[in-house]
């Protein structure tokens, strides 16, 4: 059964999510400070938002590269 399957790495889908969890925990963080003050956040709420912007950046980008590993590219029957 093992014979039939390809565990080779899908390289475009860990890159693709390396770049969304990149962008997501680098633009989040840029957008709620940069309109932090005409929004009436206080410094609290601003630093909670930015720093789940960027955790959640970095999960994302962590289970894209896991599952571009795991995910079977190839099944024969």
């Given at each position: 059964m093992s014979q039939n399957v390809d565990f080779g790495q899908s390289?475009?889908?860990?890159f693709c999510g390396l770049l969304a969890g990149a962008a997501i925990?680098?633009?989040v963080p840029w957008v709620v400070l940069s309109?932090?003050?005409t929004?009436?956040?206080?410094?609290?709420s601003a630093a909670l938002l930015?720093?789940?912007?960027?955790?959640?950046g970095v999960v994302l980008a962590?289970?894209?590269?896991?599952?571009?590993?795991v995910i079977p590219r190839?099944?024969?029957?």
């Amino acid at each position: 059964m093992s014979q039939n399957v390809d565990f080779g790495q899908s390289k475009p889908l860990g890159f693709c999510g390396l770049l969304a969890g990149a962008a997501i925990a680098i633009g989040v963080p840029w957008v709620v400070l940069s309109h932090a003050g005409t929004a009436g956040l206080g410094g609290i709420s601003a630093a909670l938002l930015s720093v789940l912007g960027v955790v959640g950046g970095v999960v994302l980008a962590v289970v894209a590269i896991s599952l571009s590993i795991v995910i079977p590219r190839k099944v024969q029957q």
